[in-house]
């Protein structure tokens, strides 16, 4: 079946430009998480869905970032003012909640590159 | 807070040869979850294996299996027979069972035609 798909997978942008990147879990899964990997690290913990209500918004790094998952299924994280610390790589996350427990599937993520 | 370190930036392995790639992590739960995720440049994350840590028994994958000290906090991963499509950043990652990973820094596995 189809796995988690984002898109744009390269996204260049201007200093100061909104950006919107999207994810498509995996259908029927209830949790979408998105990170953020920047060069050479781990990826971290930006926010999380339970369907439509995002129930953490902990990791979000400034309130530039604001993510959406309106109808519970794609998810939307926008990114305005873009900085060039914003630079990295976007990664989406899909997880069936109750099946296999805690287990992320990820898509192929999103490359950011502020210049 | 949780932590999750790996202190091996890089590895190299002989193609065929076993390898181990370290993971230590801190937490304060009593239940929990640890991965191993494979990232090779392509950016996918693929699982690799996983390890719940109320389970005394190590994780086996095939190739890949787990040595769990719970007490000591540690999780590392032996890749047996190591192939040349084993070439990844592998990282660690522990969940306490709610929802968000925490990752570490990752490992750089090189192997060795």
């Known amino acids: 079946g189809a796995g988690v798909s984002q898109s744009p997978r390269y996204k260049v942008a201007k200093r100061g430009q909104d950006v919107a990147l999207r994810c498509d879990p995996i259908s029927g899964h209830v949790s979408l998480f998105w990170y953020q990997q920047a060069l050479g690290q781990g990826p971290e913990f930006l926010t999380y869905f339970q369907n439509e209500a995002q129930l953490d918004k902990s990791g979000l790094p400034s309130d530039r970032f604001f993510a959406e998952r309106p109808e519970g299924s794609v998810s939307t994280l926008k990114i305005q003012r873009t900085q060039q610390e914003d630079s990295a790589v976007y990664l989406c996350?899909?997880?069936?909640?109750?099946?296999?427990?805690?287990?992320?599937?990820f898509g192929p993520g999103t490359r950011l590159t502020v210049t | 807070a949780q932590t999750v370190t790996q202190s091996q930036p890089e590895m190299s392995v002989q193609e065929a040869e076993t390898v181990t790639l370290s993971c230590t992590y801190d937490?304060?739960?009593?239940?929990?979850?640890l991965f191993w995720y494979k990232q090779p440049p392509s950016r996918q994350m693929i699982l690799v294996i996983r390890?719940?840590?109320?389970?005394?028994q190590n994780a086996t994958e095939n190739r890949f299996s787990v040595n769990f000290q719970k007490a000591a906090k540690s999780f590392s991963l032996k890749i047996s027979d190591s192939q040349l499509g084993d070439a990844a950043m592998y990282f660690c990652?522990?969940?306490?069972?709610?929802?968000?990973?925490?990752f570490g820094t990752g490992t750089r596995l090189k192997v060795l035609a």
């Open positions: 990652a522990y969940s306490s069972g709610t929802y968000k990973y925490i």
């Open positions: 996350a899909s997880s069936l909640w109750g099946n296999h427990p805690y287990e992320q599937y």
């Open positions: 390890q719940e840590a109320y389970k005394q």
């Open positions: 937490t304060s739960e009593s239940d929990y979850y």
